[in-house]
Structures are given as structure tokens and as C-alpha cells.
């Protein structure tokens, strides 16, 4: 399958949310720095929000047998971006600076955020059932680093363990039952 320019403007939201975790992530292994790492992610989610426009243009279109962008997903994708930079834009007011605020590490935050959108991106515009798996496990995934971030909280690494315990045996029960569905097509 050729991909061609209509393909890439259809999964430019995803693309762009995840070159956006690429850069947010090479900027933190560069440069602790808590405004710098917000103002990456805010431009990367207004970019990736922006490009939903042309992705309308273009859409019904079958981007890979896995992904497939109509404008059901654009709509989604629309609203889990915006959701998604709403919640970097209170995290950054729940953080605070140096002194006040959040006393561990406050860029990783940022990077959990962002991976959970892409994956919600992922899943919103899965075509296939391996599609929907991978983008489940992709936004699923991050969220048990978000549950468990406050690690100066007890509770928080408690409800963290918790989560992913539960989010394996669901998983593994989901895993199950495409198993079986394939077996039975």
C-alpha cells in the first residue's frame, strides 16, 4: 500500500501528538524545565488540534488496514485533544513553580499526559481489532504513571499497583476474546 499525501494529512493529529511526545521527551533528557516543557506540549496539542481541519477535508479514508479516519474520528480526536490540553493547562496551574507547588519532578507529568492522548487518538481511529488493542494498551498504559505520580502519597503508589493489576487481567481477558473471535472467522 503507497501512502500518499492525502494519508499523511489524515493522521497528521496523531503524528503530530506523537512527534509532540518525541520532542517533549528530548526535552526534558536536555533541559529540566518546567515552562519549557508546557509550552511544548500546549503548541504541539493546539498543532495537532489545528491539523483535524485538513484531516476533515480528506476523510472517509482508509489510512492502513488498522486505521481508518472518517468524521466520527475527527470529532473524537477533536475532543480528546481538547480535553487533553485543558488537563495540561490545570495541571501547569496545579504544579506551580519551584517553591510551590508539586515537590517532585514536574515535566514527566506533561509526557504521561501526551502518551495517554496518542493513545486515545490511536483507539478512537482503530479499523481493526489489533488496532484497538494497541491503542488501548497505549492509553492505558501512561495512566498507571498519572494514578501513581504523587509519589510522596502512599495511597497514590497503592492505587497505581491496583490499577495496573486490574488493567492486566482486563486486558488479558480482552486478549482472550479476540482470540476467540478470530478462532470462530
Known amino acids: 500500500m503507497d501512502l500518499t499525501i492525502q494519508h499523511f494529512i489524515a493522521l497528521a493529529p496523531l503524528l503530530i501528538t506523537s512527534l509532540t511526545v518525541v520532542v517533549v521527551m528530548l526535552a526534558i533528557a536536555w533541559r529540566r524545565n518546567h515552562s519549557q516543557t508546557f509550552l511544548l506540549s500546549v503548541a504541539g496539542l493546539n498543532l495537532a488540534l489545528l491539523s483535524i481541519y485538513p484531516a476533515l477535508k480528506v476523510a472517509p479514508l482508509v489510512v492502513t488496514p488498522l486505521l481508518h479516519i472518517d468524521n466520527f474520528a475527527c470529532l473524537y480526536m477533536a475532543i ?70 504523587a509519589f510522596f502519597n502512599k495511597r497514590s503508589l497503592e492505587g497505581g499497583i491496583k490499577y495496573m493489576v486490574l488493567s492486566a487481567a482486563g486486558s488479558a481477558f480482552l486478549l482472550f476474546g479476540m482470540a476467540l473471535l478470530y478462532a470462530e472467522a
Not at 87 to 112: F, I, Q, S
Request: glycine share 12%.
Open 80 to 149: 480528546i485533544l481538547a480535553s487533553t490540553l485543558a488537563c495540561v493547562t490545570m495541571a501547569h496551574a496545579y504544579l506551580g513553580d519551584g517553591k510551590v507547588g508539586y515537590p517532585g519532578n514536574r515535566e514527566e507529568l506533561y509526557l504521561l499526559i501526551l502518551l495517554a492522548a496518542a493513545g486515545g487518538l490511536m483507539l478512537v481511529s482503530a479499523q481493526h481489532l489489533a488496532g484497538l488493542f494497541i491503542g488501548l494498551e497505549l492509553l492505558s498504559v501512561p495512566v498507571y504513571g498519572l494514578v501513581a505520580y
